[in-house]
């Protein structure tokens, strides 16, 4: 098991970094700052020892998380080896356009190489495998049963003193940091500490998009094998309102999340699941559903849309604060991205962390040179799951997303036909190539003769 990598600059690390929330955001972040801080110190409400899997505040545990490739990357480089750990439990990792049976609004993707290679896994597993790396680092302590009560400070403009108060104990603790992440999640408590500390909240981005999630985990039968790792159901307004997703996961099992939108609630009984599978397009997910044995309980989940606090337009965000994961931006959970945009925030803290060690430059106006740079990172996956989310209102959506959807609906259908449009599809779906690779002439060519021979008939 790797041991603290230290990549950053010689030089004196900072003192003191308190970490709020200790689930997959926390953890992929207290990585990162071990490399620059004396003492990481995870403050982690629930009671999670090292092997603890789904915890009470992070209920999203118990349903499928694809993680993207380009966040597969980027945790890769923060904990190498961690794709061959999970490998080893019978996590599979393959090629994307080999190995998913992937029924898009207009068909069923082309079955071929696309070169971008993805691992599945549970979700639970992956937040345990990190646990153990983090742990296993010398500066970062996890408090768990420890909820943090409020982050204040002495100097006005600042939040750099945090109050937490650990299961049992009879006070609270005050604890002064050089900084302060959060990583609590999407219940996070930071327009009350803003507020108290007379600072102005942050404004928020709010696009609904009601999902409700219904998944179980399903041991396979002995031996069994398919031409498949992943089966999956786009749902796409406004005529495909329900979806879901079946991946093989460790311990030879699959882990199955069936999904609605609005009224499309999928059951929770073994009946109605299965009634459920049997009405999407795509019959992989109803056949593995009956051929498995279901471990555990079916669980339920919904989701009420998008959501993005707009820290890095706050003119007083206050220094010694930032924000990560879902405390930050919480994504419509049917395009994947939450995982993948939070390992890509940790990547960049540790590059400006590394490169203000580097110029000796203090950590001053750190705050919000992050959060401006983390809104240049959600900007896109936030423009791609709002602008099919903004679908689904019966009227009255913004042009952008109107041209979004309709250039999108020509995308599928060339996809289905054209193994070249669907391997840039997938690349772009990834966050391993910008959207832009879709407007390329090669696409938007096809795109364009494609809409006006329909028009013409
Ligand atoms: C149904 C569903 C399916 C999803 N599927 C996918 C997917 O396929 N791919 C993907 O990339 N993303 C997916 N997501 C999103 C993904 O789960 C989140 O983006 C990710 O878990 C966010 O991690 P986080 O650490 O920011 O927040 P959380 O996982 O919510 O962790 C926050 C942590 O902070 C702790 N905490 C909260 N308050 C305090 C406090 N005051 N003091 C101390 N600790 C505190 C909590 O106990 C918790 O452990 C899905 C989400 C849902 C709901």
């Avoid at 994947?336 to 203090?362: F, K, M, N, S, W």
């Amino acid at each position: 098991m790797a041991k603290n990598q230290d990549n950053s600059p010689p030089g004196t690390r900072w003192g003191r970094a308190v970490v709020v929330g200790g689930g997959y955001a926390g953890l992929v972040t207290a990585r990162v700052l071990a490399d620059h801080f004396a003492e990481v110190l995870v403050l982690e409400r629930d009671p999670v020892a090292s092997d603890t899997g789904v915890h009470p505040h992070v209920p999203q545990g118990y349903h499928a998380h694809a993680m993207l490739a380009r966040g597969g990357e980027a945790l890769e480089v923060l904990f190498p080896g961690l794709r061959a750990e999970l490998a080893e439990l019978g996590a599979p990792v393959f090629d994307y356009g080999e190995r998913i049976s992937f029924l898009l609004p207009t068909g069923f993707a082309p079955t071929a190489k696309v070169g971008v290679s993805i691992q599945t896994f549970t979700r639970d597993e992956l937040e345990r495998r990190l646990r153990h790396r983090v742990l296993d680092l010398p500066t970062v302590r996890i408090l768990s049963a420890t909820r943090c009560e409020t982050v204040t400070s002495d100097t006005p403009g600042r939040l750099d003193r945090v109050r937490y108060r650990t299961d049992g104990a009879d006070e609270s603790v005050d604890v002064t940091a050089d900084l302060v992440v959060d990583a609590s999640g999407r219940a996070t408590s930071v327009d009350r500490w803003l507020a108290d500390a007379r600072l102005p909240v942050s404004a928020k981005n709010t696009i609904k998009a009601k999902i409700t999630y219904t998944s179980a985990c399903y041991e396979r039968p002995p031996g069994d094998t398919q031409d498949f790792d992943v089966a999956y159901q786009m749902a796409f307004a406004p005529g495909v309102p329900r979806g879901g997703v079946i991946l093989a996961v460790e311990h030879h099992r699959w882990m199955c999340s069936l999904l609605g939108v609005d009224e499309h609630v999928p059951p929770t009984d073994d009946e109605g699941y299965l009634d459920f599978a049997h009405s999407l397009g795509n019959p992989r997910l109803a056949e593995q559903i009956k051929r498995g044995t279901r471990q555990g309980e079916i669980h339920r989940y919904t989701n009420p849309g998008n959501e993005w606090r707009l820290h890095h337009k706050n003119a007083r965000w206050p220094e010694r604060l930032i924000a990560v994961g879902d405390s930050l931006c919480v994504f419509n959970p049917a395009y994947g991205q939450g995982l993948t945009v939070a390992a890509l925030e940790a990547e960049l803290l540790g590059r400006l962390l590394r490169d203000r060690r580097a110029d000796a430059a203090g950590l001053d106006g750190l705050s919000r040179a992050y959060q401006r740079a983390a809104a240049r990172v959600i900007q896109v996956p936030w423009t791609m799951a709002t602008s099919s989310d903004l679908m689904w209102a019966p009227a009255g959506q913004p042009l952008s997303a109107r041209f979004a959807h309709w250039y999108n609906q020509h995308v599928f259908a060339l996809a289905v036909r054209r193994p070249d449009v669907w391997a840039r599809f997938v690349r772009v779906l990834n966050m391993s190539a910008p959207p832009s690779l879709l407007f390329r002439p090669a696409v938007l060519g096809k795109v364009v003769r494609r809409a006006l021979t329909r028009r013409r008939n």
